[in-house]
């Protein structure tokens, strides 16, 4: 009887934690496409005037939210300080003009361009590593990089909702965090801040530049005279606007930590993959091509494929084989 006791005992045990594992995979994959897809509602089908605005609510919120997590004792990060500031300094600018170009192209760029697109940040990354970390990858991982590269340019030919606008500020987002990534490994000794504290020092020290840039920006009188603000659902949908940064962070790093990031890396390709092809039918400003088809097919293959690769180790180099997670695919 007390075997069977604890050979039952075990199996709920594992049963369980089978079902942390897939609510955390889940949280995350859910928190990850609702943040895209609500930016995009709230921004282009609402028709939201100012991303600026929402760029300095978003952080203010996040702020707010991460102190009093702190002061729960929930999370913990060290105090402010000169050498904390020093620390992340001057990642909380790269931070804030990354959050307003990447709410900006979400605007203008239909979701699965926005996907696509943003693909080009792999590219960028591994140029980086290579010159500034001295980074050696082989010719496999190589190769479906610019696999999925190409897929972006065909796709990109066949867009027929082109906006030279868009594609400048999607460009200027993805070459943005691949300096942030970059500069965190190279210069930037951010260990003993964590996840949450560089989230509360980027948003608590970009805030004086984010009420600035949108006080100058002429954008006041717009985002109070908005019609939107009489609509409930819309509010509904700001107010999610505000929170969902920070939730797809809690959430990524909790699937991190109760699935792994080989987990969490199969999550964000699937979901990238599922976004493309849903984004074709939400939003409403796609405009179906046969070559854009394509190309957007390509880069999606391509990016299955590099991820496979990472995840495999097969396209790292054995003497300097990553330790952590692959490069997200955003």
């Known amino acids: 009887s007390s075997g069977i006791n604890a050979e039952y005992g075990r199996m709920n045990k594992q049963h369980i934690e089978s079902l942390k594992w897939l609510g955390a995979a889940l949280f ?30 978003q952080l203010g919120v996040t702020v707010v939210i991460t102190q009093a997590l702190k002061m729960m004792r929930i999370v913990s990060y060290p105090d402010i300080s000169k050498s904390s500031v020093r620390k992340v300094m001057p990642l909380p600018l790269l931070y804030m003009v990354n959050l307003m170009v990447g709410l900006g192209s979400t605007k203008n760029l239909s979701i699965p361009m926005f996907t696509v697109l943003r693909r080009f940040t792999v590219l960028f990354m591994m140029i980086g590593e290579i010159i500034i970390l001295r980074k050696r990858f082989s010719v496999l991982t190589m190769i479906t990089v610019l696999a999925m590269i190409f897929g972006v340019i065909i796709a990109s030919l066949g867009d027929l909702t082109f906006d030279s606008y868009s594609y400048m500020l999607i460009f200027t987002n993805n070459l943005l965090t691949a300096t942030y990534s970059i500069y965190i490994k190279k210069v930037n000794d951010t260990s003993t801040i964590g996840k949450f504290g560089m989230m509360f020092y980027n948003s608590l020290l970009s805030l004086p530049f984010a009420a600035i840039i949108f006080m100058l920006s002429g954008d006041y009188d717009s985002v109070m005279a908005f019609d939107g603000w009489k609509d409930p659902w819309f509010c509904f949908e700001f107010l999610l606007c505000t929170l969902l940064g920070y939730l797809l962070v ?34 409403g400003d796609y405009i179906f091509s046969w070559l854009n088809f394509v190309g957007i ?33 955003a």
């Open 250 to 283: 809690y959430s990524s790093i909790l699937c991190t930590a109760l699935c792994g990031a080989l987990t969490q890396g199969v999550v964000g390709v699937l979901k990238n993959t599922v976004m493309t092809y849903a984004g074709m039918w939400y939003g």
């Open 297 to 329: 097919t390509i880069s999606a293959i391509g990016g299955i494929v590099y991820s496979a690769v990472t995840f495999s180790g097969a396209g790292t180099p054995s003497q300097s084989r990553p330790t952590k997670g692959p490069v997200s695919i």
């Open 28 to 57: 995350y994959a859910f928190s990850s496409v609702i943040i895209i897809t609500v930016n995009k509602s709230v921004l282009s089908i609402y028709g939201f005037p100012s991303v600026k605005f929402l760029s300095l609510v």
